[in-house]
């Protein structure tokens, strides 16, 4: 069942108007924003903005799974988590979130509704498949925190005038005038300000693969995910040479898969990385310097050398990637640089076509290693991955925009992918399996899991612009019908 509900926008100054009529779906939780704008000097109220955002589905899952964890609970352990002590497999069963290791659910975490957030995204709204933040950040304030200081985006709770009761939460959020100036768009319920939660485990996926005989996995080196297909480093057991095991990523059930042998190379391991271009060639990375074999296992010279290595000045290690015709290299000297990218023709990797400069207060590469890199064909982007986040850039100009996911907690060795059926960024973890003492490098435990939950979000009627002249109010009402 569908109702309909209306956001409104009105500028006192200009006498704009704009009136837009959403679909909402009919349920027992209704969300509300308002958002004024007022003139610092006299006080006056300049600009009124009132429109429902919609609650994620995660949130409507997270309600089922607390039913689940009330049915499973045998205890309370401490203040902070319910114990189940029961055996894992049994648990396996269910998708339960905020899991730990010894079987306790933290009940504070990483929690999609502990932050409202305004950004410039503009994109429509998407309740069956958004879960994602996106856009740059104008500004931001805790749930429940009051906040006095001189952060540019940050606001504060309005404890005078925000209240709760059985059915209605009423929460007021002012912003001073040196704070939130910016125009946005969206307004987000979500885990953090600037970054995505990787967290809990709805919607993954966990399965445990096995190398082909003869074969074992290498420790800590990223996987690849390209064209419905998984990738990883592995080497033969007798030789120690490289071998690069393939398997099909859309796996079913949680089952132990054998992969194949995609290629086996005329060198043995200690690279940290690989990459494999669209004509089957594969990259080895050690440090700075680059390796090319073909298919068939035998070197191959680096395009636009005669040699079947090459070594490059700036920082090549793992932020490697190819796409299409394109090839993107780190060049950073200094790791108190910005990040420097060179990108090349696949046919020439001497000979820089540009090089693109990212401010690290962007991608905060200060210091830090890139820990790999994905290109994401099917947004036309690139997921750098940085000391365990990865940021989406726009792989043309190589840039954050309105339209780019706010950074994500990943693992450092995680391969990052995309269903364009759920419009989900998915991350691929993988680690050893540690059993009766020690590691086994013949299998691998893979989770599959989209990135992001955001809480709620709200598209405005049209985009809102606060000055240094303006203080900002947000009123968020939450309305329980069902309690």
């Known amino acids: 069942m569908i109702r309909q509900s209306k956001a409104t926008k009105r500028n006192f100054l200009t006498g704009e108007a704009i009136e837009i009529i959403k679909e909402k779906p009919i349920k027992g939780v209704r969300g509300v924003h308002t958002i004024e704008l007022f003139d610092a000097l006299t006080g006056k109220l300049v600009e ?18 607390a039913a689940l964890f009330a049915f499973l609970t045998d205890s309370m352990s401490g203040e902070s988590s319910i114990q189940y002590n029961g055996p894992r497999y049994d648990l396996a069963r269910y998708d339960v979130v905020f899991q730990n290791f010894d079987m306790s659910w933290v009940t504070r975490g990483d929690f999609p509704m502990s932050r409202i957030v305004l950004t410039d995204y503009d994109g429509p709204e998407d309740p069956e498949n958004e879960i994602i933040m996106r856009g740059r950040i104008i500004g931001y304030a805790d749930r429940y925190n009051t906040y006095v200081g001189s952060d540019t985006k940050r606001g504060t709770l309005n404890t005078a005038e925000s209240f709760i009761e059985p059915q209605h939460i009423h929460l ?12 946005f768009q969206s307004v987000y319920w979500n885990y953090d300000y600037d970054k995505n939660a990787s967290f809990a485990v709805i919607g993954k996926k966990s399965l445990q693969i096995s190398a082909p005989n003869g074969y074992l996995f290498v420790g800590y080196v990223q996987a690849k995910a390209k064209n419905g297909k998984l990738y990883f480093m592995g080497k033969e057991a007798q030789t120690n040479k490289v071998a690069i095991l393939v398997y099909e990523l859309n796996i079913q059930a949680r089952t132990i898969t054998n992969g194949q042998v995609y290629a086996l190379l005329n060198t043995t391991s200690g ?68 990040l420097q990218i060179n990108r090349y023709n696949i046919n020439d990797l001497v000979n820089p076509l540009d090089v693109k400069v990212i401010p690290w207060a962007s991608v905060d590469v200060y210091q830090k290693y890139c820990g790999g890199v994905d290109y994401i064909p099917d947004v036309d982007m690139l997921a750098i991955t940085v000391d365990g986040y990865t940021y989406f850039v726009d792989r043309t100009m190589l840039d954050l925009s309105k339209n780019t996911p706010v950074k994500t907690s990943v693992s450092n060795y995680s391969a990052i992918t995309y269903d364009p059926t759920k419009k989900q960024f998915i991350e691929i973890r993988h680690a050893t399996p540690y059993e009766n003492g020690q590691y086994d490098y013949t299998k691998r435990d893979v989770t599959i899991r989209p990135l992001g939950f955001i809480g709620a979000r709200n598209l405005l009627p049209s985009p809102v612009t606060k000055t240094s002249t303006n203080t900002m109010k947000l009123t968020y009402d939450l309305y329980i019908d069902s309690f």
């Open 48 to 65: 009124r903005v009132e429109s429902e955002n919609f609650i994620s589905k995660v949130m409507e899952e997270l309600q089922r799974q």
């Open 172 to 183: 007021v959020y002012d912003w001073p005038t040196h704070a939130a100036n910016g125009t």
């Open 271 to 338: 690279y940290e990385n690989f990459e494999i271009a669209p004509n089957g060639d594969i990259y080895l990375i050690s440090e700075s310097t680059l390796y090319c074999f073909g298919q068939n296992g035998s070197p191959k010279n680096i395009p636009g050398t005669s040699q079947t290595s090459r070594s490059y000045s700036g920082f090549l290690l793992d932020l490697f990637a190819i796409a299409g015709q394109d090839v993107y290299i780190e060049s950073r000297t200094k790791y108190s640089n910005d």
